[in-house]
């Protein structure tokens, strides 16, 4: 089992900073993938930003402005996210692959006005 705790949400304004954190435990051990997806209310949660066997993938529209990184000593992945807009608003989730399971956190809310 794998458990995932996110933190570094809150209320931003337009144009500012945040950074996410999520903190593996557990049987980190194999994970193969690492990232974030967000859910804002009624849309389906999308994928935000993955690194997945060494390879990083963005959505396009974060593209320039998040930086997702990890700290395989802390077990700790991170999403920096600049310039933020209010179309970010979101709920975003941690998520983790291993041995073709997926694992998910609770969630942090991110909160981003014009």
């Known amino acids: 089992q794998v458990r995932l705790v996110e933190s570094g949400g809150g209320l931003v304004q337009a144009g500012g900073s945040l950074r996410l954190s999520c903190a593996a435990s557990?049987?980190?051990?194999?994970?193969?993938?690492i990232g974030w997806y967000r859910q804002a209310p009624g849309k389906q949660r999308e994928r935000v930003a993955v690194?997945?066997?060494?390879?990083?993938n963005y959505e396009d529209s974060v593209k320039g402005r998040f930086t997702i990184s990890r700290d395989n000593a802390k077990n700790t992945a991170y999403l920096q996210m600049n310039s933020l807009k209010p179309e970010d608003t979101a709920v975003y989730y941690c998520?983790?692959?291993?041995?073709?399971?997926?694992?998910w956190g609770q969630g942090t809310q991110v909160t981003v006005s014009s």
């Open positions: 998520y983790a692959r291993k041995i073709g399971f997926s694992y």
């Open positions: 557990g049987s980190t051990f194999g994970i193969s993938a």
């Open positions: 690194i997945d066997t060494g390879n990083t």
